[in-house]
Structures are given as structure tokens and as C-alpha cells.
């Protein structure tokens, strides 16, 4: 398979939910960092409340192209920290050579996959709703596949 992209903002979204539980006051603050840089963690103040509903834009400035790993925690009034979760995620520069995105494959835990077909693009910035529907509340797995012209 030539390309597996995660949708960081979909599973950024999705560990936030299963992070702020762990918290009983306001969460304030969402921090992440790339890879083991820990020497340049990025923060995003936020609203405080018990719980969050924000799309946070990333920022990959300097990334090489390849598999990296995001780590992401919050913090609350109080300045306790929630656990670090952390996702891999491949990384392709918007100027490589790759052909259209036609279609993108979510599959949640061993659920069958969820089809999108999309109009032909090089980049994708879209944000997908996904049938829940019988899913129990918890940690779950997101996988995401997006998928070129050449069906690969």
C-alpha cells in the first residue's frame, strides 16, 4: 500500500475524549509534540470546560517526510496533566509526486470499513462523519486509508 495517512485532527479529536475524563476540573491547555521532542512542545489554550470539542490545526513545519509519532496531553485549572497518548502517523510534503486522493477507508476496531469517495485532490483538509452507531463508550482503534487514482 503506497499510502496510510492518519487524520490526526479526527484521532486528535477522539483521544481528547478519552483524556479529559481523567481530569475533574476545567481542561485549559492541549500541549503535543513530535516524535521524542519534547523540548518543543506546542500549546494550544483553550476555553476551560469539562470536556472539548475543537478541531486544533498541527503544525508540521519542518517534518521530514515519513513515519512520526504525535504525543498529545492536557491540562486542567488545576495544572494536573492528563496521560500522553500517542499516534504514528505517515507524513507526505504537499509538493511530492503522488498521485489524485479518490477515496478514503475509516474502519473503527474490526468494524466494516466506512467508504467516502471524494473528487480527485493532492490534498485533503476535510473533516468526515462517521457512523457510530453501536459502538460502546471506551477506547477504541481508528484506521484510516486513503486511497489514489490508482486504487493504491
Known amino acids: 500500500m503506497k499510502r496510510i495517512i492518519y487524520f490526526i485532527s479526527c484521532l486528535l479529536y477522539i483521544m481528547l475524549i478519552a483524556s479529559q475524563s481523567a481530569l475533574a476540573a476545567n481542561i485549559t491547555k492541549l500541549k503535543y509534540y513530535i516524535d521524542d521532542d519534547t523540548a518543543n512542545i506546542t500549546t494550544h489554550l483553550l476555553t476551560p470546560n469539562a470536556s472539548i470539542d475543537s478541531l486544533i490545526t498541527l503544525t508540521l513545519v519542518g517534518i521530514s517526510q515519513g513515519f512520526h509519532k504525535l504525543s498529545v496531553f492536557v491540562e486542567d485549572s488545576d495544572n494536573k496533566r492528563s496521560l500522553t497518548q500517542e499516534i504514528s502517523f505517515y507524513y507526505i510534503h504537499a509538493n511530492s509526486s503522488q498521485n489524485e486522493i479518490t477515496k478514503v477507508e475509516f474502519i473503527i476496531d474490526t468494524l466494516a470499513p466506512q467508504t467516502i469517495n471524494i473528487a480527485p485532490t493532492s490534498q485533503l483538509d476535510e473533516l468526515f462523519t462517521l457512523n457510530t452507531t453501536g459502538i460502546a463508550p471506551g ?8 486511497y489514489g487514482d490508482d486504487g493504491t
Open 139 to 146: 477506547m477504541h482503534i481508528l484506521k484510516v486509508i486513503v
